[in-house]
C-alpha cells in the first residue's frame, strides 16, 4: 500500500524557517517524481515544488522560489521541504504528492498534509 | 487569481448530471494533459481523471473527463449527495515551468 507521512509542520515566526519532511513507503520511492502542494485555510490548492526522480530537476513556484529548496534522500525514502524567510502568507496544510508514472503531472497518491501557521 | 478558471460553485439535484469547466491557455491546458481532483473538508485530494480523461482505479464511470482546446471539462451522472465536494483541475504550465490548478468549484447536490 502507498503511502505518504508528512512531518515537521507547526508554528514558526515570521522570517523564520521550517524543514518538511515527507515518508514514502508501498513503492519504489527512486521512480517517482515527487511535489509538494499547499493550501491555505479556506483556499483552494497551490502547486509549491517538483523534484525529479533523481533530484537532479526541481521547479518551484514564483511565490517561494528562492526562499524554499525540495530535495530528496532516495536512500531513505524521503521528500524534504526547506522552507526559509517564511512569511504569514505561506501559512498553509503542506502536501507531498506522488507523480503519476510516465511523468504527465498528475498526483496520483497524496499525503495527509502538516500545518505550517506562520505567525509571531 | 489562479491560471486555470474553474466556477466557484455548482449545484444540481440528486440522480441528475452536472458539468465542471477549467479553463485555460495554450501554455498550459492547450499542450498538457489536464487531471482532475475531488477533495472533502480536512481531507486530502484525491486523483478522479488523469491524462484528460483516464479514471483510475476505482473511480466509477459515473465520472468523466474531456478536453477541447484550451478548456477542460469534468462531468458527474448520477449525482449522489456524497459527491458534495471541492473538485479542482490541474495541468502543467510549459511558460511558467510550473504546476498550476483552479481555483476549485464547490459542488452542492441538492
Known amino acids: 500500500e502507498v503511502q505518504l507521512v508528512e512531518s515537521g509542520g507547526g508554528l514558526v515566526q515570521p522570517g523564520g524557517s521550517l524543514r518538511l519532511s515527507c515518508a514514502a513507503s508501498g513503492f519504489t520511492f527512486s521512480d517517482y517524481e515527487m511535489n509538494w502542494v499547499r493550501q491555505a485555510p479556506g483556499k483552494g490548492l497551490e502547486w509549491v515544488s517538483y523534484s525529479s526522480n533523481s533530484g537532479s530537476a526541481m521547479y518551484y513556484a514564483d511565490s517561494v522560489r528562492g526562499r524554499f529548496t525540495i530535495s530528496r534522500d532516495n536512500a531513505k525514502n524521503s521528500l524534504y521541504l526547506q522552507m526559509n524567510s517564511l512569511r504569514a502568507e505561506d501559512t498553509a496544510v503542506y502536501f507531498c504528492?506522488?507523480?503519476?508514472?510516465?511523468?504527465?503531472?498528475?498526483?496520483?497518491?497524496w499525503g495527509q498534509g502538516t500545518l505550517v501557521t506562520v505567525s509571531s | 487569481q489562479s491560471v486555470l478558471t474553474q466556477p466557484p460553485s455548482v449545484s444540481a439535484a440528486p440522480g441528475q448530471k452536472v458539468t465542471i469547466s477549467c479553463s485555460g491557455s495554450s501554455s498550459n491546458i492547450g499542450n498538457n494533459y489536464v487531471s482532475w481532483y475531488q477533495q472533502f473538508p480536512g481531507t486530502a485530494p484525491k486523483l478522479l481523471i488523469y491524462?484528460?480523461?483516464k479514471r483510475p482505479s476505482g473511480i466509477p464511470d459515473r465520472f468523466s473527463g474531456s478536453k477541447s482546446g484550451t478548456s477542460a471539462t469534468l462531468g458527474i451522472t448520477g449525482l449522489q449527495t456524497g459527491d458534495e465536494a471541492d473538485y479542482y483541475c490541474?495541468?502543467?504550465?510549459?511558460?511558467?515551468?510550473?504546476?498550476?490548478f483552479g481555483g476549485g468549484t464547490k459542488l452542492t447536490v441538492l
Open positions: 491524462e484528460n480523461n
Open positions: 490541474g495541468t502543467w504550465d510549459s511558460s511558467l515551468s510550473a504546476g498550476v
Open positions: 504528492a506522488r507523480e503519476g508514472y510516465g511523468g504527465n503531472q498528475f498526483f496520483d497518491y
